[in-house]
């Protein structure tokens, strides 16, 4: 709200100052159209952006020379109605090939937020843990959040046909890795 005073206030204050200078008041009010409707188009476009971002919008998370992979854990929770969810299983996961083909699956995802979704919990929650350099010898330790299960990534609902489930699908098959399993009774 604050925003859109301070705008008014600004071409209130760029129409008297060009009517020092201009005297066509036809000229005055083109420009001030023009602004005006530059100024809702880009209103509009951040509406957009924010409803219908991409998965880099939506997460921070980027590798680099100067990121090291730490940790990841992925956990499965079971939902009951009424309850808190209950975690499953959880898979500590170190090699980060793992995690580049998790977030590799999300990349090309379309989302459309949701602010009424239901549920803030999801069936899968993963915490990558990663250190960054910040400089010479100086490092820091960043741990990013995702919520997710097959029609959502927070409260994100996901628009198209991905197969963002398969690398964690593959994870489950597979009898190799060491997978903790929770008795919640």
Not at 87 to 114: T, V
Not at 130 to 152: G, I
Not at 157 to 166: G, K, V, Y
């Given at each position: ?11 209130g ?15 005055i009010?083109?420009?001030?159209t ?7 188009l880009?209103?509009?476009?951040e ?6 971002p ?9 590798f ?19 309850e808190?969810?209950?975690r ?15 977030l ?79 008795d919640?009774?």
């Amino acid at each position: 709200m604050v925003t859109y005073v301070v705008g008014a206030l600004a071409v209130g204050l760029l129409a008297l100052f060009l009517s020092m200078y201009i005297q066509n008041k036809k000229i005055i009010i083109s420009i001030l159209t023009g602004i005006v409707l530059a100024a809702i188009l880009f209103v509009l476009f951040e509406v957009y952006q924010e409803t219908y971002p991409s998965f880099s919008e939506i997460s921070s998370l980027q590798f680099n020379e100067d990121t090291e992979f730490e940790v990841a854990n992925l956990s499965i929770y079971e939902f009951s109605e009424g309850e808190m969810p209950e975690r499953q299983a959880m898979l500590k996961i170190k090699d980060q090939a793992i995690i580049d083909r998790i977030l590799s699956d999300f990349k090309n995802m379309k989302f459309k937020k949701d602010e009424h979704a239901e549920r803030h919990f999801r069936k899968y929650h993963l915490t990558v843990t990663v250190t960054k350099k910040v400089k010479k010898d100086h490092f820091t330790s960043e741990t990013f959040t995702y919520d997710f299960d097959e029609d959502y990534l927070f409260n994100y609902e996901i628009l198209n046909e991905t197969n963002h489930m398969q690398t964690i699908k593959s994870l489950r098959e597979n009898d190799d890795l060491n997978w903790n399993y929770y008795d919640n009774e």
